[in-house]
């Protein structure tokens, strides 16, 4: 008998999230994409691939960006 596999869990990689000003977390059991206001909107697509899950969006501004990265 073979063994399904489920997928590994999908982390957004350290320097993506840094080059592209975009950070994945969770509070309160929900989804939350913390961006900077210059973020592409297809940086905020792949953190939301990568969480494969509705979030809420939430901009900072680059200084408190910096302190949550």
Known sequence: MSESKLPEKQVLD???ARANGVLI???DSEAVIIHRASTTFEAILEARRVKAQPAVLKEVSNGEFETLA
């Open 14 to 16: 350290y320097s993506f």
């Open 25 to 27: 977390t969770t509070l």
